[in-house]
């Protein structure tokens, strides 16, 4: 039979098979990036994880399809005047899976949950501008003191430190998602399991085959479930990228949560407009370890920089699907104007030349004593590509690069506790729309995301001033002077931002690109 | 012979012992732990974690306590897939990678065993040379080769099976990985089956049936006894490592074994992962030695364990 022929008989009987089926049920096979290390939220992390998350549970707050911050379980809310308390008013019928009201308690629960140092939550400081929050989960308080309190069944106040422009996003992310108490205090850890889960977002977990697939099915308690078209989603773990394209071309996966960057040419040739590459929050960079002998001088950290071809390395490398970057902090962010931008962005590949030797002679180097720095990255083929691409600009500059690279575990340890490193390949993908979550990296107080040791009393002084400023206009200002310093410095050399890229169907509707990598599967309908 | 199967299992548990040991300081040796990621943690998020995990207690108290758990059976809880326990993983994966790699290797030592006895009846012949060459090749290219080709001729171009996935274990998902799992194994049979049995085949006692006019089959039986013997013994550790799982399979196919979790639990620093796996070779290894010991004593009677 010949491959025309077969499909043919195959969609034919596929179409009689799904008439029949479709009043059934929707499948959505959704590809993720990984396993999740657990499906309690306040123990999680990531994103892949939190794609999982929020199809189950409901936060206060929620991202609509386009990634926009939008009320969840919390139908309205008002800010005080000094921006330090927020009311939140339950939907009526916000209820869990197993038909229990949803009420302010749980949150007042979760909330505490996640402070609780008992609780090994990997992400509680996301939640440290709620009042008291950083001190209960130190222990050096009681979870009763945290500022949040349950006014009435349906009334939830939540009072902060300090005025916090991003909250309301805050409340969005997975540590923010409320638990389940009746179920955690029956099974204990057990309760994230198939059958003891209770959730109150659109779906409830039915299955978990680690490796495999996390199987959701529809929630019917969902305070919006008639608008939920698919019934069941099926996320499956992308363990071999190559593998996984073959099977989104096989129609066995609907949406990808990334794609082979070396093969992005060849897959928009083949599937067109279904390979979609978006600007997403997060930042490719290599810090420069600025206690080091031969990084100490701004003017060298500014002339590695300079010469860096970030075009070059976005097209060939990464096939686009990454993009160059010329600030610390991606357009397009929340609560900001314009990022500050390197001051040679303009200049020509031929003028960065001149204008690097010259700053690296000033600085003492030249060809009788040239620079010599080492890279450290973290083992994957595009890395690699990246740094031997950086290097070999590093050398028309006369700069000598020699490289350590190891597995992820050993090279993020090897920064975070150790002092033995010179140049090395990092990244940061926001947690929150808001510059904020970029350049706190580099504030002299944050000892594990500050790799590059970078110290600057006025930088340290500006983010201080814009965290105690309540106009984000004047807010904003403040953090872009701050960042225009830290790009004098260059402590990070940003080379890209990330992308979001996706795999999607033509069948899938409803998915919007958006900067937060975001698609909620409850916005999503499958055409057949 | 009962004796020396117990005795067997004796000196099974110093040899477990030794290599647990090794594994649980070796891996604690590589910098980094279970709970750093990229995006870094709080150092009092760390701290709260690793005493939960008992990861602030000394290293020699956690050897204790892991020695402890492990004589009870217990593997400990996975660092890293949080929601499960060693024993949880091993449960799930076990049967998918056991079932992968007890058809390829049942595959492989029918298929190779035929055609390596076939090569060797009509030495020289075509068909010879095509299953020395066939050999060859499974044995030279490489599975993470053949699997992406399988999967684009098979899954996309003719459209006829799944390019992966494991679907509850369904016949159509699982004879892609089985094929490529098999074929090198395909190939080793082939090519030992068929050099013992020309040796054999040249051996006095066959000839001796052969000049009493035996028909060929009854040749070829006694032939493949004496022929066998190099094969058991290489398929002892050939099947401890199939059952085990294969790492580029599963990846490839998207299949739930246990194969991964060697990589992954070493990549995440999942100690108890690591230490369950390497427990599991062991004791995979240990077995099939036995059981090609007792299968050399049944199939050689010169073989007597005292």
Known sequence: MSSWLKRTTIAAFATVAFTGMAAAQVVYNRGNDADPETLDPHKTSTTYESHILRDMLEGLMAYNAAGKVVPGVAEKHEISDDGMTYRFTLRPNAKWSNGDPLKASDFVFSLRRIMDPATGA????????IKNAEKINKGQGKVEDLGVKAVDDRTLEITLEQPTPYFLELLTHQTGLPVHAASIQKHGADFVKPGNYVSNGPYVLKDFVPNSQITLEKNANFHDAQNVKIDRV??????????????????????????????????????????????????????????????????????????????????????????????IVPPGIGNYKEPATVDFKDMSPIEREDKAKELLKQAGYGPGKPLKVQLRYNTTDNNKNTVVQVADDWKRIG????????????????LRDTNDYEAARAGWIADYSDPQNFLFILESDNK????????????????????????????????????????????????????????????????????????????????? | MLSFILRRFLSAIPTLFLVVTISFFLIRIAPGGPFDLEQPLEATVMENLKRIYNLDKPLIEQYGIYLWHLAQGDFGP????????????????????????????????????????????????????????????????????????????????????????????????????????????????ARMIRASMIEALRSNHIRTLRSLGLPTSVVVLHALRGASLPIVSYLGPAAAALLTGSVVVETIFALPGVGRYFVEGALNRDYTLVMGTVVLVAVFVMFFNLLVDILYAIIDPRVRYE
Do not use: C
């Open chain 1, 234 to 327: 099926v996320f499956q773990p992308q363990k071999d990228l190559a593998a996984t394209a073959r099977r989104f071309e096989a129609g066995e996966l609907l949406s990808t949560s990334d794609f082979p960057a070396d093969q992005a040419k060849a897959l928009r040739e083949r599937l067109g407009n279904q390979v979609r590459t978006s600007p997403r929050l997060g930042l490719y960079y290599i810090a420069l370890n600025t206690t080091k002998e031969n990084l100490k001088d701004p003017r060298v950290r500014q002339a590695l920089s300079m010469v860096i071809d970030r075009e070059l390395i976005s097209e060939q490398v990464w096939g686009g699907a990454m993009l160059p970057a010329y600030s």
């Open chain 2, 78 to 189: 996975s660092f890293y897939l949080r929601d499960f326990t060693i024993g949880d993983l091993f449960a799930r994966g076990l049967p998918v990678s056991i079932t992968l790699g007890s058809l390829a290797l049942l595959t492989a030592v029918l298929l190779g065993g035929t055609l390596g006895s076939i090569a060797a009846l009509r030495q020289n012949s075509w068909i010879d040379y095509v299953v020395s060459s066939f050999g060859t090749m499974g044995l030279t290219i490489p599975n993470f080769v053949i699997a992406p080709v399988f999967q684009i001729v098979f899954g996309l171009m003719l459209a006829l099976l799944p390019v992966g996935g494991w679907n509850d274990g369904s016949v159509r998902n699982i004879i892609l990985p089985v094929i490529v799992l098999a074929l090198p194994q395909l190939a080793v049979v």
């Open chain 1, 448 to 528: 594990g995301f500050n790799y590059a040791k970078y110290n600057n009393p006025e930088y340290d002084a500006l983010m201080d001033k814009a965290a105690k400023e309540q106009n984000l206009d004047k807010r904003a200002d403040i953090l872009k002077q701050a960042e225009a310093i830290a790009l004098k410095d260059m402590p990070y050399i940003p080379v890209l931002f990330y992308g979001n890229n996706n795999l999607v169907s033509n069948k899938l509707q409803g998915w919007v690109d958006n900067p937060t990598g975001f698609h909620p599967t409850r916005y999503m309908s499958i055409k057949q």
């Open chain 1, 122 to 129: 990997k992400y509680a400081n996301i939640l440290y501008p």
């Open chain 1, 399 to 414: 700069v000598e690069t020699s490289f350590i690279n190891t597995d992820g575990k050993t090279h993020f340890a090897v």
